[in-house]
């Protein structure tokens, strides 16, 4: 398959995760770009493709385990805050995280109260490739690079300083030629040059004859290009068809079941296999279910009549 997405609810971006080390919080997105607008099934993850698409820098299996077991010990302590001053709730995103070292998957189910967090994202949304992300380095790099993808479009962010330190879990010691030195040197060696970013700090006057203190950061970088933005309409043409319904034919439709769409997978360098496993009529779109050969897992894509489809095949299938 091509390149994952990750794709999350901006409300995901209030969590710090800098108490992942950097293969824990790569699994964790990892798990996000394939669990994204699934509903609220179980989906299984099959151990071979987690580590491939992570990059897992292990090969014992004993390793790989414990990194599973430990990501979900820290997600559990770290909830998920909505709301506002007045009101608010904290929630863990997954329910059930299941680890079979016979078989050799992982099987997570998502919390139904909050499942918009990575469904139904229509908007107010967080987006970008999962193979960029496993290959940063620092922990800082990637938590700054997820907030700085909220804002792909208008390519500024600003932010003060205290909310800063606790997005990406500062230490409330660290003074700001620390902070350039441990925070920014590793964001800027690996974000800097292929995002043209720049840092302006915000300063405040102290009381009385006090020095002026950083009270604040703008951050400044390259916006989303042009096919960034048609990746991303075509992510939400799937949920958003406006066009009715034509006449279905369902016998003609039996006649794809089971059929295979051959595409070329750039993660495993090799040709893969989507079977179409059943076709479903639902609120004016034909929604069409595909299921890999090697790994299992399912994707669901909707048309806005079989004609639609039809030309997507004919397109994609080889």
């Avoid at 699934?38 to 698409?53: A, M, N, P, T």
């Avoid at 709730?89 to 079979?100: D, P």
């Avoid at 974000?191 to 951050?219: H, P, Q």
Wanted: proline residues 1%; hydrophobic residues 35%; glycine residues 4%.
């Amino acid at each position: 398959m091509a390149n994952e997405v990750v794709k999350f609810n901006n409300d995901m971006n209030t969590v710090a995760l800098r108490k992942f080390n950097s293969v824990e919080i790569n699994l964790l997105m990892a798990i996000c770009s394939r669990i994204r607008e699934q509903g609220l099934k179980y989906i299984e993850f099959d151990f071979r493709y987690l580590k491939h698409l992570t990059k897992f820098p292990y090969d014992d299996m004993k390793s790989f385990v414990n990194t599973l077991d430990k990501s979900y010990s820290k997600l559990l302590e770290c909830h998920i805050r909505i709301g506002d001053d007045i009101e608010w709730t904290r929630f863990v995103l997954f329910t059930k995280y299941t680890i079979n070292v016979e078989k050799q998957i992982i099987t997570i189910g998502i919390n139904e109260e909050f499942k918009y967090i990575l469904n139904e994202l229509t908007s107010d949304f967080t987006r970008f490739e999962l193979d960029e992300f496993v290959n940063f380095k620092s922990t800082y790099t990637k938590e700054f690079y997820r907030r700085m993808k909220q804002f792909r479009y208008t390519g500024i962010w600003i932010v003060d300083i205290e909310e800063f330190k606790y997005l990406m879990d500062i230490p409330l010691n660290y003074k700001i030629d620390t902070i350039d030195k441990k925070v920014f040197k590793p964001i800027m060696n690996e974000l800097g040059e292929n995002y043209n970013l720049k840092i302006i700090k915000k300063y405040k006057k102290g009381l009385g004859r006090g020095r002026s203190r950083v009270s604040g950061f703008e951050f400044r970088f390259k916006k989303s290009n042009k096919k960034q933005k048609t990746d991303e309409a075509k992510d939400l043409a799937k949920i958003l068809f406006e066009n009715n319904l034509k006449t279905f034919d369902y016998a003609q439709a039996n006649a794809y079941i089971n059929r295979k769409i051959k595409i070329f997978d750039k993660i495993f360098d090799r040709y893969n296999y989507l079977n179409i496993t059943n076709f479903k009529e639902s609120k004016e779109q034909l929604i069409v279910t595909l299921k890999n050969v090697d790994d299992g897992h399912i994707q669901y894509f909707k048309f806005n009549n079989f004609n639609h489809f039809e030309n997507w095949f004919k397109k994609y299938a080889i």
